[in-house]
Protein backbone atom coordinates (compact mmCIF):
# COMPACT_ATOMS: atom_id res chain seq x y z
CA UNK A 1 0.00 0.00 0.00
CA UNK A 2 0.87 3.67 -0.32
CA UNK A 3 1.44 4.12 -3.41
CA UNK A 4 2.17 7.78 -5.08
CA UNK A 5 2.44 7.80 -8.74
CA UNK A 6 3.32 11.16 -11.02
CA UNK A 7 3.21 11.68 -14.46
CA UNK A 8 4.20 12.47 -16.91
CA UNK A 9 7.68 10.94 -15.65
CA UNK A 10 9.43 13.12 -17.82
CA UNK A 11 8.33 16.29 -20.17
CA UNK A 12 10.46 18.39 -22.73
CA UNK A 13 9.26 21.76 -23.08
CA UNK A 14 10.20 25.26 -24.98
CA UNK A 15 10.71 28.06 -23.16
CA UNK A 16 7.79 30.32 -22.23
CA UNK A 17 4.77 27.12 -22.40
CA UNK A 18 3.49 25.84 -19.31
CA UNK A 19 3.85 22.35 -18.06
CA UNK A 20 1.58 20.41 -16.16
CA UNK A 21 2.68 17.89 -13.88
CA UNK A 22 0.21 15.27 -12.06
CA UNK A 23 0.39 13.46 -8.46
CA UNK A 24 -1.86 10.84 -7.44
CA UNK A 25 -1.91 8.49 -4.50
CA UNK A 26 -3.51 4.98 -5.76
CA UNK A 27 -4.69 3.39 -3.01
CA UNK A 28 -5.12 5.90 -0.01
CA UNK A 29 -6.77 8.75 0.54
CA UNK A 30 -4.15 11.81 0.61
CA UNK A 31 -4.98 15.00 3.11
CA UNK A 32 -2.11 16.77 2.74
CA UNK A 33 0.73 16.29 -0.57
CA UNK A 34 3.56 18.30 -0.53
CA UNK A 35 6.20 19.19 -3.80
CA UNK A 36 9.39 19.15 -3.98
CA UNK A 37 12.58 20.41 -6.65
CA UNK A 38 15.74 18.85 -6.89
CA UNK A 39 18.59 19.95 -8.98
CA UNK A 40 21.78 17.86 -9.65
CA UNK A 41 23.69 16.35 -6.92
CA UNK A 42 21.46 18.39 -4.47
CA UNK A 43 18.93 17.61 -1.56
CA UNK A 44 15.55 17.85 -2.17
CA UNK A 45 13.73 21.31 -1.55
CA UNK A 46 9.88 22.04 -0.69
CA UNK A 47 8.34 24.06 -2.34
CA UNK A 48 4.68 24.07 -1.35
CA UNK A 49 2.44 22.60 0.69
CA UNK A 50 -0.65 21.38 -0.18
CA UNK A 51 -4.20 20.26 1.97
CA UNK A 52 -7.24 19.02 -0.37
CA UNK A 53 -9.38 21.97 -0.97
CA UNK A 54 -7.42 24.73 0.41
CA UNK A 55 -5.32 27.06 -1.31
CA UNK A 56 -1.37 25.90 -1.31
CA UNK A 57 1.18 27.19 1.50
CA UNK A 58 4.47 28.20 -0.30
CA UNK A 59 7.92 28.07 1.05
CA UNK A 60 9.80 31.04 1.03
CA UNK A 61 11.60 32.09 -2.24
CA UNK A 62 9.18 30.14 -4.30
CA UNK A 63 6.49 32.57 -6.74
CA UNK A 64 3.16 31.58 -6.68
CA UNK A 65 1.78 32.87 -9.83
CA UNK A 66 4.80 30.72 -11.08
CA UNK A 67 4.05 27.73 -9.44
CA UNK A 68 0.37 26.63 -9.47
CA UNK A 69 -0.52 24.09 -7.39
CA UNK A 70 -4.47 22.64 -7.18
CA UNK A 71 -5.56 19.66 -4.75
CA UNK A 72 -8.90 19.98 -6.00
CA UNK A 73 -9.26 16.17 -4.74
CA UNK A 74 -7.46 13.43 -1.81
CA UNK A 75 -6.20 11.40 -4.73
CA UNK A 76 -4.67 13.83 -7.07
CA UNK A 77 -2.47 17.13 -6.63
CA UNK A 78 -1.47 19.24 -10.02
CA UNK A 79 1.42 21.52 -10.29
CA UNK A 80 1.53 23.95 -13.12
CA UNK A 81 4.98 25.19 -14.18
CA UNK A 82 3.53 28.76 -16.11
CA UNK A 83 6.23 30.23 -18.83
CA UNK A 84 8.43 27.86 -18.02
CA UNK A 85 12.35 28.69 -18.91
CA UNK A 86 15.68 26.98 -18.66
CA UNK A 87 16.48 27.84 -15.26
CA UNK A 88 13.00 25.60 -14.35
CA UNK A 89 14.30 22.69 -15.39
CA UNK A 90 14.38 20.34 -12.89
CA UNK A 91 13.72 16.91 -11.13
CA UNK A 92 9.91 17.20 -9.06
CA UNK A 93 8.93 15.70 -6.65
CA UNK A 94 5.07 14.88 -4.87
CA UNK A 95 4.71 13.31 -1.74
CA UNK A 96 1.52 12.61 -0.49
CA UNK A 97 0.35 12.09 3.30
CA UNK A 98 -2.53 9.21 4.01
CA UNK A 99 -3.64 11.58 7.42
CA UNK A 100 -3.33 15.21 8.89
CA UNK A 101 0.06 15.74 8.68
CA UNK A 102 -0.49 17.41 12.27
CA UNK A 103 -0.47 14.18 13.31
CA UNK A 104 2.81 12.61 14.87
CA UNK A 105 4.05 9.82 13.18
CA UNK A 106 2.33 10.93 10.33
CA UNK A 107 4.68 9.23 7.15
CA UNK A 108 5.24 11.22 3.44
CA UNK A 109 4.98 8.57 0.61
CA UNK A 110 6.86 9.56 -2.53
CA UNK A 111 6.44 9.82 -5.78
CA UNK A 112 9.07 8.33 -8.43
CA UNK A 113 9.44 12.06 -9.79
CA UNK A 114 8.97 14.48 -13.33
CA UNK A 115 12.23 15.46 -14.94
CA UNK A 116 11.53 18.28 -16.55
CA UNK A 117 14.01 19.61 -19.39
CA UNK A 118 12.86 23.51 -20.63
CA UNK A 119 14.68 24.15 -24.18
CA UNK B 1 17.02 24.56 8.13
CA UNK B 2 16.79 20.57 8.76
CA UNK B 3 16.98 19.67 12.16
CA UNK B 4 19.29 16.85 11.40
CA UNK B 5 22.86 16.15 10.64
CA UNK B 6 24.84 12.97 8.74
CA UNK B 7 27.85 11.95 7.59
CA UNK B 8 28.00 13.01 3.92
CA UNK B 9 29.61 9.70 2.60
CA UNK B 10 29.92 6.20 3.70
CA UNK B 11 31.23 3.28 2.70
CA UNK B 12 30.21 -0.43 3.42
CA UNK B 13 31.25 -3.97 1.89
CA UNK B 14 28.51 -5.98 0.13
CA UNK B 15 26.70 -8.47 2.95
CA UNK B 16 28.16 -6.79 6.08
CA UNK B 17 26.08 -4.81 8.25
CA UNK B 18 25.61 -0.48 7.26
CA UNK B 19 25.13 1.79 10.16
CA UNK B 20 24.48 4.85 9.63
CA UNK B 21 24.32 8.02 12.45
CA UNK B 22 22.08 10.77 12.76
CA UNK B 23 21.98 13.43 14.75
CA UNK B 24 18.90 15.50 15.90
CA UNK B 25 19.70 17.09 19.08
CA UNK B 26 16.95 19.37 19.08
CA UNK B 27 14.26 16.91 18.03
CA UNK B 28 11.01 17.29 20.48
CA UNK B 29 9.30 14.78 22.75
CA UNK B 30 6.70 13.99 20.48
CA UNK B 31 8.22 13.96 16.88
CA UNK B 32 9.02 10.99 15.37
CA UNK B 33 12.87 10.61 13.38
CA UNK B 34 12.14 9.27 9.86
CA UNK B 35 14.69 7.58 7.21
CA UNK B 36 14.17 7.35 3.72
CA UNK B 37 16.54 6.61 0.94
CA UNK B 38 17.47 8.04 -2.54
CA UNK B 39 18.57 6.18 -5.38
CA UNK B 40 19.66 7.46 -8.59
CA UNK B 41 16.71 9.30 -10.44
CA UNK B 42 14.18 8.63 -8.32
CA UNK B 43 12.17 9.38 -5.45
CA UNK B 44 12.52 9.36 -1.94
CA UNK B 45 11.78 5.27 -0.32
CA UNK B 46 10.23 5.28 2.73
CA UNK B 47 12.32 2.98 5.00
CA UNK B 48 11.49 3.14 8.54
CA UNK B 49 10.56 5.68 11.80
CA UNK B 50 10.60 5.51 15.48
CA UNK B 51 9.76 7.82 18.35
CA UNK B 52 11.84 6.35 21.55
CA UNK B 53 11.93 2.26 20.87
CA UNK B 54 13.86 0.52 18.27
CA UNK B 55 11.99 -0.14 15.34
CA UNK B 56 12.69 -2.98 12.84
CA UNK B 57 11.36 -3.95 9.62
CA UNK B 58 11.96 -6.29 6.75
CA UNK B 59 14.25 -3.52 5.45
CA UNK B 60 16.14 -2.01 8.20
CA UNK B 61 16.74 -1.46 11.78
CA UNK B 62 16.51 1.50 13.86
CA UNK B 63 18.08 2.40 17.29
CA UNK B 64 17.55 5.43 19.04
CA UNK B 65 19.62 6.49 21.81
CA UNK B 66 17.76 6.77 25.54
CA UNK B 67 17.91 10.76 25.26
CA UNK B 68 16.82 10.97 21.60
CA UNK B 69 19.20 13.30 20.89
CA UNK B 70 20.81 10.70 17.71
CA UNK B 71 19.63 7.27 15.76
CA UNK B 72 21.34 4.68 13.74
CA UNK B 73 19.81 3.02 10.75
CA UNK B 74 21.14 -0.38 10.08
CA UNK B 75 21.28 -2.37 7.32
CA UNK B 76 21.66 -5.94 8.42
CA UNK B 77 23.47 -6.97 5.12
CA UNK B 78 23.84 -4.70 2.74
CA UNK B 79 23.84 -5.76 -1.02
CA UNK B 80 24.88 -3.64 -3.80
CA UNK B 81 20.86 -2.30 -4.34
CA UNK B 82 21.45 -0.58 -0.99
CA UNK B 83 23.22 1.82 -2.46
CA UNK B 84 21.99 5.30 -2.79
CA UNK B 85 21.23 8.38 -0.63
CA UNK B 86 19.96 8.29 2.92
CA UNK B 87 18.09 10.81 4.61
CA UNK B 88 17.63 11.19 8.06
CA UNK B 89 14.77 13.24 8.85
CA UNK B 90 12.78 15.19 11.80
CA UNK B 91 9.89 17.03 10.52
CA UNK B 92 9.65 20.76 10.79
CA UNK B 93 6.28 22.77 12.02
CA UNK B 94 5.03 24.75 9.46
CA UNK B 95 2.27 26.88 8.97
CA UNK B 96 -0.50 24.81 10.25
CA UNK B 97 1.46 21.47 9.39
CA UNK B 98 4.30 19.36 9.83
CA UNK B 99 6.85 19.35 6.90
CA UNK B 100 9.97 17.49 5.68
CA UNK B 101 13.34 19.67 5.09
CA UNK B 102 15.86 17.46 3.85
CA UNK B 103 19.28 17.78 5.11
CA UNK B 104 22.25 16.94 2.34
CA UNK B 105 22.12 13.02 3.37
CA UNK B 106 24.74 10.41 3.69
CA UNK B 107 25.78 8.56 0.53
CA UNK B 108 26.18 5.17 1.19
CA UNK B 109 28.37 3.45 -1.72
CA UNK B 110 28.24 -0.95 -0.94
CA UNK B 111 31.58 -2.08 -2.07
CA UNK B 112 31.74 -5.86 -3.87
Known amino acids: GAVVSQHPSWVICKSGTSVKIECRSL??????MFWYRQFPKQSLMLMAT?????????EQGVEKDKFLINHASLTLSTLTVTSAHPEDSSFYICSASRGVAQQAGETQYFGPGTRLLVL | DAKTTQPPSMDCAEGRAANLPCNHS???????VYWYRQIHSQGPQYIIHGLKNNETNEMASLIITEDRKSSTLILPHATLRDTAVYYC?????????????FGTGTRLKVLA
Open chain 1, 27 to 32: DFQATT
Open chain 1, 50 to 58: SNEGSKATY
Open chain 2, 26 to 32: TISGNEY
Open chain 2, 89 to 101: IVRVRGSGTYKYI
